[in-house]
């Protein structure tokens, strides 16, 4: 369903409304899709990936940077190594609070849901996406980026990098 706002009278049936917020989606998504030969499993890989990038972006600006490297790193079977997929399976899975922060040990933890562990999608999407994450998974940025850290909580801006040497510096400067 599409996260939107919606008017409905209090006695509607749950079918009606359900039926509104698909049809919605779908509306919302027909730019992306449209003129383009996406069978349904492109448009739903795409849309899992939206997901993902739903809750990794912070700035509206970085979103098709961060879908360009999932893209990236599909290609390759390299693993997603997503952040949110680890909190959904804490939260949503597990049923635990949001954590202040991923451990090592959440990495770890057994799903398929887990990108540290299993290259590729996770088997369905782990949230709903706005249409800025829907734009950039459907019309990802071109580059060569295959990694992004957060480097300024206040502002949720990142850093995009090609290698890993360099990932871990841009770390390093972080943590100082």
Known sequence: VFPDTYYFSPNMPAKLVLEKMIDTFFQKISVFIEGKNLGPQEVYRSLILASIVEKEYQRPEEAALIASVFYNRLKYNIGLYSCATIVYILTEIEGREHPAYISEKDTRIESP??????????????????????????????????????????????????????????????LK
């Open 113 to 174: 849901f887990n990108t540290y562990l299993y290259a590729g999608l996770p088997p369905n999407p782990i949230a709903n996406p706005g249409l800025i994450a829907l734009r950039a998974a459907f019309e990802p940025a071109k580059t060569d980026y295959y990694y992004f850290r957060l480097v300024d909580e206040a502002s949720g801006t990142h850093v995009f990098t090609k290698d890993f040497d360099e990932h871990i510096e841009v770390g390093r400067k972080v």
